[in-house]
């Protein structure tokens, strides 16, 4: 039975770091694609950085382009998420999801994409305030 379970959460200054973690059990993540997504009350879950199955591109949403930090470890069977410069605005739940190969070709339009992922995390808490 595929199973994620993310870590890593927590209540942190503006400024400050995270690092997430998920773990992945009952299946090879060698041959997957693995998202992360974040859902802030009253919004949208939204997809912000995933990690590509077929050659460990990496892709990230503006919101987090060069402040996060998503890496796979296949050995571990374990994705990370290395969270730098926190804002208030990134205050959310935050889920792991994995999906089953994902075309090199469409990666990048729709690795964010939350109905792309057959299997997720329960999500963990992230609070950014001062």
């Known amino acids: 039975q595929m199973q994620l379970v993310e870590s890593g959460g927590g209540l942190v200054q503006p400024g400050g770091t995270l690092r997430l973690s998920c773990a992945a059990s009952?299946?090879?993540?060698?041959?997957?694609?693995i998202g992360w997504f974040r859902q802030a009350p009253g919004k949208e879950r939204e997809g912000i950085s995933c990690?590509?199955?077929?050659?460990?591109?990496?892709y990230y949403e503006d919101s987090v382009k060069g402040r996060f930090t998503i890496s796979k470890d296949n050995a571990k069977s374990a994705v990370y998420l290395q969270m730098n410069s926190l804002k208030p605005e990134d205050t959310a739940i935050y889920y792991c999801?994995?999906?089953?190969?994902?075309?090199?070709?469409?990666?990048?339009?729709?690795?964010?994409?939350?109905?792309?992922?057959?299997?997720w995390g329960q999500g963990t808490q992230v609070t950014v305030s001062s």
């Open positions: 990690v590509s199955s077929s050659d460990g591109a990496t």
């Open positions: 999801a994995a999906v089953l190969g994902m075309p090199r070709i469409l990666f990048k339009s729709r690795c964010v994409l939350a109905n792309e992922y057959h299997s």
């Open positions: 009952g299946f090879d993540l060698n041959y997957y694609t």
